[in-house]
């Protein structure tokens, strides 16, 4: 039963900036790392950001900088502001969360639906 349910995509010129949300939901025990993935046309899925539950951040190379991963706990919620986004960040963003659920208290990996970002003037 439990999910995550991003939104915040759209369409957005270079330069212009967007934010993620991606919400948890069901019945969890505990949420642990959490963050966001994306995927561009013919490439492979990438790590963009990560957020621990104390608030520890990783973000890949090419959007530090620009990207702020951020959360709160008591919402249940992980965010992504995304500034001065260039074309080549246009892909497919999911959120994922490391997360165990009430029962059984066992760590699982969960996804988005994922939602499109595009960067185009």
């Known amino acids: 039963q439990v999910q995550l349910v991003e939104s915040g995509g759209g369409l957005v010129q270079p330069g212009g900036a967007l934010r993620l949300s991606c919400a948890a939901s069901g019945s969890i025990f505990r949420i642990d790392v959490m963050g966001w993935y994306r995927q561009a046309p013919g490439k492979q899925r990438e790590l963009v950001a990560t957020i621990t539950s104390a608030g520890s951040t990783n973000y890949a190379d090419n959007v530090k900088g620009r990207f702020t991963v951020s959360r709160d706990n008591a919402k249940r919620t992980v965010y992504l502001q995304m500034n001065s986004l260039k074309p080549e960040d246009t892909a497919v963003y999911y959120c994922?969360?490391?997360?165990?659920?009430?029962?059984?208290?066992?760590?699982?990996?969960?996804w988005g639906q994922g939602t499109q970002v595009t960067v185009s003037s």
């Open positions: 994922n969360a490391n997360i165990a659920p009430a029962w059984p208290q066992r760590w699982h990996d969960y």
